[in-house]
Nanobody, 124 residues
Framework: QVQLVESGGGLVQPGGSLRLSCAAS????????IGWFRQAPGKEREGVSA??????????YIADSVKGRFTISRDMTKNTVFLQMNSLKPEDTAIYYC???????????????WGQGTQVTVSS
């Protein structure tokens, strides 16, 4: 059974950093993408980043809104994907979700399994 568990969220001041983790269990070989999405209060969920999981696939995506500040990486020895978030802004405040899909994609509808989410709050 596939399970995704996010961690690393919290309260941080503007300009600060957080590293989110998405630990996956029960992965089958035909799943090749983990994406990060976020949803702020009163707004639609948006894609933030995605990364391919296969060793020979270097596909990555970073949304323009976070480019230069967020970095996605993977450690497949631990079945874990990380989202390093630097220079955080109040507008980054949201619940962050990771999701698992079969093909590398930046589209929400491509993802089949979702974590429970972790709250990120950027405030002074």
């Amino acid at each position: 059974q596939v399970q995704l568990v996010e961690s690393g969220g919290g309260l941080v001041q503007p300009g600060g950093s957080l590293r989110l983790s998405c630990a996956a269990s029960g992965l089958a070989a035909d799943y090749n993408s983990i994406g990060w999405f976020r949803q702020a209060p009163g707004k639609e969920r948006e894609g933030v980043s995605a990364i391919a999981l296969k060793e020979n696939d270097i596909s990555k995506y970073i949304a323009d809104s976070v480019k230069g500040r967020f970095t996605i990486s993977r450690d497949m020895t631990k079945n874990t994907v990380f989202l390093q978030m630097n220079s955080l802004k109040p507008e980054d405040t949201a619940i962050y979700y990771c999701a698992l899909g079969r093909r590398f994609s930046i589209l929400e509808r491509s993802y089949e399994y979702w974590g429970q989410g972790t709250q990120v709050t950027v405030s002074s």
